[in-house]
């Protein structure tokens, strides 16, 4: 069975101070690994697909990378409006569900 | 604008009531998700649908039934069997070939 655990669940920034979050997971044949930015209340924003390990992508102040067991969203120098929870999911070889992972919850203090 | 609407956007429910919670989508996508979130834990998959008049069980379907008669609707009921209804319910929609599923705004559910 397909398995995400991310980590740490919680994490406290100051302004300016860049910090990375996993994202682990164990799939039958990955078909797409995705980021999301979810703020409360609210519903989901997509951010990034990473498919192939060493595939990268940017936007900016978050870029995410892919290894073929975990993958990495990098905050550089965020900001207070960079405070969100980020979620990860994988798609596997099967119909086509997603597997989330239960978040990381960022918090940046001015 | 193309998007995911849900309504309400704040759901109350007696004990023993059903509910039906509204998802529509102007983008054209054949798939719909349904999914639940509680707190501390990733999001849920309750029913999802790949074409108009067909849907099938996620994870955590039972105590909640769907229907599919429109493209680009697809209503959730929470049921007076679904023993701890009070949750965050999310809607998603997918283009078939497209990785990618988008969300809608949710809706919460509290049961009095």
């Known amino acids: 069975e397909d398995q995400v655990t991310q980590s740490p669940e919680a994490l406290r920034l100051q302004e300016g101070e860049s910090s990375s979050l996993n994202c682990s997971y164990t799939?039958?044949?990955?078909?797409?690994l995705f980021w999301y930015r979810q703020d409360p209340g609210k519903g989901p924003e997509f951010l990034f697909t990473?498919?192939?390990a060493g595939e990268e992508k940017e936007k900016e102040r978050l870029k995410a990378t892919l290894t073929k067991k975990e993958s990495f969203l990098h905050i550089t120098a965020p900001k207070p409006e960079d405070s969100a929870t980020y979620l990860c999911?994988?798609?596997?070889?099967?119909?086509?569900?997603?597997?989330f992972g239960a978040g990381t919850q960022v918090v940046v203090t001015p | 604008d193309g998007g995911i609407t849900q309504s309400p956007k704040y759901l109350f429910r007696k004990e023993g009531q059903n509910v039906t919670l509204s998802c529509e989508q102007n983008?054209?996508?054949?798939?719909m998700y349904w999914y639940r979130q509680d707190p501390g834990q990733g999001l849920r998959l309750i029913y999802y649908?790949?074409?108009?008049?067909?849907?099938q069980k996620g994870d955590i379907a039972e105590g909640y039934s769907v229907s599919r008669e429109k493209k680009e609707s697809f209503p959730l009921t929470v049921t007076s069997a679904q023993k701890n209804p009070t949750a965050f319910y999310l809607c998603?929609?997918?283009?078939?070939?497209?990785?990618?599923?988008?969300f809608g705004p949710g809706t919460r559910l509290t049961v009095l």
């Open positions: 999911a994988v798609r596997s070889d099967s119909w086509g569900k997603f597997q």
């Open positions: 799939v039958s044949g990955l078909r797409g």
């Open positions: 990473l498919y192939s």
């Open positions: 983008l054209n996508h054949d798939a």
């Open positions: 649908s790949q074409i108009v008049n067909d849907f």
């Open positions: 998603a929609s997918q283009e078939l070939g497209v990785n990618e599923q988008f």
